[in-house]
């Protein structure tokens, strides 16, 4: 699957899902979303909420990348550190590993960064069910 | 504080924040979001992110209860099990009470529950890292 | 299934697990362990590998109480929060509760105790595999 | 700080850790525990409670390498996923990194394997809250 081919699924399917395909690798994936205003919280921060989405897409696209483009597989964990204040006028970049591909479970680890920055604003380690025969 | 003076504070401080106080308690609150197209995915289910969302603010707002409507909490660590898929039709409530009030830190477990059904749709236990005098 | 029955299965099957069974009800449970010196660290304070084991022996008692005597329930994901700083002289009791049980994970949430104190020491949610045909 | 002494402070304040430490870094070590006959469960594989108490050791040791060898670094989250089997006849490796430090909190990621495997065995996330002045 290309990485065009995953962010049309993601217009047709979710056209809610305001983020964009960096790199798709094996078991690995790099999405990003431009902040804007309504993301932000008091203080020029961006909100907790808008880093766990983006953390739980960027399992998503990974996963789906994995074991195809089944809508089946659904979030059943996820535990999120914040870590360091995001900036309010970067991009924020979800790069995402898988560390267990099982026929039930696949989880995966997640690294969330303002653009440009060495440290990571937020981590996140997330479990999906996936239907078991594919 | 009553929980018209919390929806105000929300009302001004987070006017996105799209969910109505059910009721202030010691060191407990009920919170719920009314769910429109907007929050569902594929399916006809809630989305993960608008029940994070909605556990987060949940605690946010007994924390706040708590120490005072001091804009400086935020959130450190959040863990969800999501168990039940929540209704597509109903609101989704958010029970949170605190199981630690500390100095530093304070933690709380929250419930979430599709309106008029027994079974919680999520479990969220999430930590506040809070000013350390109040 | 009687307590005794469940404490015989773990001196068959686990010799090393250190716990007394108090309480089986539906779908909880509740088990204490009896603090020694090897349990403590400096500072004569009980350990967090002991708080964690007793957490996931609990999620473990309740879960074969409610799915009977099968060895492969084996644990996918624990998250603990610790609370407060447990007794060196009391026993440690751990108050588990299922709050999803699946066909293929249950979840549980367990709260620990120090013997005659109201405030818990710690927080676990835990979450088991368990058979699919049972 | 070299890996002796703190294999020495380790050998003098926590006897019963039974652990060798491989490799002390820059915000990073590498720790191993020698599995036993006791430290199994039935199919012969390592208790969960054995990889967690190893994965909180590993982070302990990384963190005091940090902030030096102060008594009163606690653990105040862990998160543990378990991926795989791990085998009984092998030495059990702890691998953390530290992703923040803070004044008040510090956060490392762990992986643990079995030695000689690639796959891990299980990973976890855990947070020690730290003396604010050092």
Same mark, same amino acid.
């Given at each position: 699957?290309?990485?065009?081919?995953?962010?049309? *699924?993601?217009?047709?399917?979710?056209?809610?899902?305001? *983020?964009?395909?960096?790199?798709?690798?094996?078991?690995?994936?790099?999405?990003?979303?431009? &902040?804007?205003?309504?993301?932000?919280?008091?203080?020029?921060?961006?909100?907790?909420?808008?880093?766990?989405? !983006?953390?739980?897409?960027?399992?998503?696209?990974?996963? !789906?990348?994995? &074991?195809?483009?089944?809508?089946?597989?659904?979030?059943?964990? $996820?535990?999120?550190?914040? !870590?360091?204040?995001?900036?309010?006028?970067?991009? $924020? &970049?979800?790069?995402?590993?898988?560390?267990?591909?099982?026929?039930?479970?696949? &989880?995966?680890?997640?690294? !969330?960064?303002?653009?440009?920055?060495?440290?990571?604003?937020?981590?996140?380690?997330?479990?999906?069910?996936?239907?078991?025969?594919?």
């Amino acid at each position: 699957m290309t990485k065009e081919q995953m962010q049309q *699924f993601f217009a047709d399917e979710f056209p809610q899902a305001e *983020f964009t395909i960096d790199e798709l690798g094996h078991r690995c994936a790099t999405i990003r979303k431009h &902040i804007e205003f309504k993301h932000l919280r008091p203080g020029g921060t961006v909100s907790g909420p808008v880093m766990m989405e !983006l953390a739980d897409a960027a399992l998503y696209v990974t996963i !789906l990348n994995e &074991i195809g483009l089944v809508a089946l597989a659904v979030t059943t964990n $996820l535990n999120i550190n914040f !870590l360091n204040k995001p900036e309010s006028e970067k991009d $924020l &970049i979800a790069e995402c590993k898988l560390i267990k591909v099982g026929k039930a479970l696949i &989880i995966g680890d997640v690294y !969330l960064y303002s653009e440009g920055k060495e440290d990571p604003v937020a981590h996140a380690v997330g479990t999906y069910s996936v239907p078991p025969k594919r």
